[in-house]
């Protein structure tokens, strides 16, 4: 079972004074956005257009890389071309590390990292086009991609669910290296907690046990009177660590993530 987004008419007194003024981000409003040199002008802008409309698919695999923070909206386009080709060798550097582990650190690496990540991305997104099918190339992609970031970040490593954050990117971005960037920026900048943690868990709840009392008094009292089981919020736990991505269709919760990495309410400096 998965929700759905229902937008219910409201009275403009209760809806944002932009709301329904930014069409979706297409082909041509993008390009409107860059300059000869590539570009990004009007950045503040082009975040609150995605915020509040959304971005075409056509265009998610080249606008993604810059709400990711792989790209700099100040680069030119020669200047991402030539960043492409060093993230590129970085990359084949960490994968090298990877593959020239020890026998004792290949040992390691596949009861606390390996193993698991061989589990997920088999089951991950398979009813994608994209990841359907035996043997397909870009499962085992994604699946090095994992395996890769396990070795630049060992302090995160690798946590279930991960699989299920970086599988749309790679569908949209189309390519390993950069996706893996992408992956990278994602997890650096995002506002979800990327990690099962206890320490990490806990602070996002109690951002949401907060947000609940100030909000939704009734409900968040429901809760305290359920005792310390009702403000563990079980239920909310997955929402959190997936960025709601199995609550909702697809559309919808990659909609959601587009808002949320826009930042637009973030000023230009």
């Not at 499962?139 to 991609?145: N, Q």
Request: net charge negative; glycine share 4%.
């Amino acid at each position: 079972m998965q929700f759905s987004i229902r937008r219910p008419k409201l009275p403009s007194s209760e809806t944002h004074p932009e709301e329904n003024m930014y069409k979706k981000l297409d082909v041509s409003t993008w390009l409107n956005h860059l300059n000869e040199s590539g570009q990004v002008e009007e950045e503040y802008k082009l975040r609150k257009a995605i915020f509040f409309g959304g971005i075409d698919v056509s265009i998610r695999g080249e606008v993604w890389p810059f709400l990711l923070r792989y790209y700099s909206h100040e680069s030119t386009s020669e200047e991402r071309e030539a960043l492409r080709a060093q993230k590129r060798r970085e990359y084949s550097e960490i994968q090298q590390k990877r593959l020239s582990m020890t026998p004792e650190e290949q040992r390691e690496f596949w009861r606390h990292v390996q193993f698991t990540v061989d589990k997920d991305v088999v089951r991950t997104d398979r009813s994608n086009q994209f990841f359907r099918g035996e043997d397909n190339p870009n499962v085992e992609s994604m699946r090095r991609i994992l395996l890769n970031y396990a070795v630049y970040n060992p302090t995160i490593g690798y946590s279930q669910g991960m699989s299920d954050l970086v599988a749309p990117i790679l569908a949209e971005v189309l390519d390993e290296s950069d996706t893996f960037w992408c992956f990278v920026g994602l997890m650096q900048n995002t506002i979800f907690v990327s990690s099962p943690r206890d320490e990490d868990m806990e602070k996002q709840l109690l951002y949401l046990r907060e947000l609940l009392r100030l909000t939704h008094l009734r409900f968040y009292q429901h809760l305290v009177s359920l005792g310390e089981d009702g403000l563990q919020m079980l239920f909310c736990h997955r929402w959190i660590l997936l960025c709601f991505k199995r609550e909702f269709p697809d559309a919808e919760a990659l909609r959601m993530w587009e808002a949320c990495w826009a930042h637009y309410q973030q000023k230009e400096k």
